[in-house]
């Protein structure tokens, strides 16, 4: 395991991350329900408002919940400094996220002028007060050069994200719409979608992935010169997207080289899964897999020529596209990281728990059981479902029950498996505890 320069001792308490994953599954949950409840219209276009309501669950609710809970780790390990008052920080990052998640997602379906106020108020000032603390510590001269200059340049580009989605959301309460005329050029949606996906979730993706691919699965290192340029010329890439539209010919060489530069970042994971040194079975590695194949996938279809694909693809590419990135990739590989960042935690905390006691040590379970390894196989098996469903719903809206049911069914195991682990620590905690009296 290649764990050097990296610092287990000043982790947050368990319950900061694991309340961001628990909200994430229900929040997907509540997303299958929507799914459900909506019928076959959301499907017509990506602009339906349950759509986006549908849409920014995923992306709000649990993608950046997921995220949001990780990095609170991530900081203390990878930098050796945690946010300070981390606990308080993250209840109130926390709790105000949920609200205005749930505030959003509810205005694009039931519009309401109080809603939208409630959600643009509450999301500020949680993402705000999460964004000043993280760059409090990102500011510093911390360790792990190329991994933190990722870190800094992911939430840049969650401001990028923020300014414009909050733009939106004021610009939806009326009270300002004369002010932002030009958030009607659909090209700052675009410019929003691209910097939320490539910039937040793909290079803070990109970062952790320097330091846990390597650790977690015993692989050779990045490349060096991948390491230490690809975050910043995709930063770049993202950012020349303002001067050149997406929709103009020049914005579009421009996502063709942001979609080639992050195709590096695949195929390179995807070769050092095939040098590891330990060449055991392993779901998280399959998820890994399916995401940097799909990613590839996804190249292929964008710049494939119109008159190459059946007309329904062509009415549906844009539709296809995201959900090809969202599900197929970003989701695919945050559970990756789940199935080994859940028993991990898990175990690290029991562990410091330990070092003040090593005859205690004894009662430590071993880390698969924390999550077994049949568990983790059915999530994946759930999590094609799922994929195929979405596709199949896409293009033939009449599926759309099967896939809300497929996603409910994959999300609340998921969360069983996060509870399965919390169980663990817990029950193994008593028993520490006890040990410790005796």
Known sequence: MNSTNLSFSALPPINVPFRHFISACVFLMLAALVILVSGEESWLSRWQP??????????????????????????????????????LIANICHSLHVLGSLALASSFVLPNAIVRWLALITLAMAWGLYVVAVANVLIKKLSQGHTIIGLRLALLSLVFVLILGLLFVANNTGLFASYFIFLQDKNYTDIHALFGGFGWAGLLIISVSLQIIPMFHVTPNFPKLQAKYLPSLLFLLLLALFALPPSSQAGQLLIVSILLVFSVFNLSYLRLFRQRKRKVADTSIKFWQFAGVSFLVLVLFYCSPDKWLVPVLVEKKSFLLAA??????????????????????????????????FNVMAHLPN????????????LFILHVLCCALLLLTIVFPKFYVLLALAVMAEFSWLLFLILRSLHHYQACLSSLENSENC
């Open 50 to 87: 349950s759509m986006l309501a549908i849409i920014h669950l995923f992306t709000l609710g649990f993608v950046s919940m997921v995220m949001m809970g990780a990095i609170y780790q991530f900081l203390p390990v990878i930098g050796g400094v945690g946010i300070p008052n981390v606990r």
């Open 324 to 357: 090809v990135f969202l599900y197929f990739y970003l989701i695919s590989i945050i559970e990756a990281m789940l199935l080994k960042i859940i028993p991990f935690l898990t175990y690290t905390h029991l562990q410091n728990l330990c070092l003040t006691n």
């Open 367 to 378: 880390m698969q059981q924390l999550l077994l390894k049949s568990h983790g196989r059915w």
